[in-house]
Structures are given as C-alpha cells and as structure tokens.
C-alpha cells in the first residue's frame, strides 16, 4: 500500500518546528550582537579574539542543535553507550579515536548517519568524567 508523500507532510508535529524556530532566532540576535560587539572593539583597537571564539562556538552549536532536535537524538543514551566501551570501562595509556567509537555506536545499533553526528560524539565523549582531548579525534581517559 503507497500512501501519498502530501499525506506524510502534513502528518509532522508543528510544535517542534515553532521550537526550533525560536531557538535559531535567540541564536541568530547572539550571533548579531557578538558581530556588533566585534566591530565595536575593532574601532578601538582591542583584540577580538576571544569574540571570535565565542561566535565560533555559537555557530557551530547551532548547527549541532538544530541536528539534535530535528531527528531527535537521545543524547544520555549515546552516552551511557559510549561510557560502556570496553576502552572506557578498563582506560589504558593509549589513547581512543573517535572512528574507533562512532564503529561501537554503529554496531550497538546507533545511527550515525546525521549530519555532524561525529561532532556531537565528539562533545559527549569530553563530556565524559576524567577524558582528555589529546589530538584530533583522540581522547585518552585518567586511570584511576
């Protein structure tokens, strides 16, 4: 049986995107003031350095947010699957790619094909107690 793709359209909850809508609309009015911000600082000639990050991880987090809420992604459960990883449970000296993890979510039935889903597993697994950025797409945990 093939149901009409007008039929699915308008089957969607609104809600969600009213929501998205009015998050990506605060972020946009952040993002304009920092840039003002910017400009301002620049006139008297004083860094903007740290503006510039701020702007960068707001853009980038908006991206990631948008990804999250639109499909849906249930982040804690991401986590606890990444916190059961063999390498997580018993940490050794070397470090953990990234590639190595996004394998595991895969094979534990997670699925990893969204857009920027290797950026949000980035940010979960730093979120972890005890791991450390040690390169790009390498984390190494404390042993205790």
């Known amino acids: 049986m093939q149901t009409a793709l007008s039929d699915l359209v308008d089957s969607r909850d609104e809600e969600t995107n009213f929501d998205l809508h009015v998050y990506l609309e605060e972020a946009k009015n952040d993002l304009r003031f920092l840039r003002d911000l910017k400009k301002f600082l620049k ?3 004083k ?6 990050q701020y702007i960068h991880r707001l853009e980038g987090n908006m991206d990631m947010e948008k990804v999250v809420q639109i499909y849906d992604i249930d982040e804690n459960a991401i986590k606890k699957s990444i916190e059961k990883h063999p390498y997580f449970k018993n940490p050794c000296d070397y470090p953990i790619r990234l590639l190595t993890i996004m394998k595991y979510l895969k094979k534990k039935g997670i699925d990893i094909h969204y857009k920027d889903m290797d950026l949000i597993v980035d940010r979960l697994i730093q979120e972890i107690d005890g791991v450390k950025k040690v390169g790009d797409g390498m984390y190494l945990k404390k042993i205790h």
């Open 43 to 45: 006139k008297y000639n």
């Open 47 to 52: 860094s903007t350095s740290q503006i510039d």
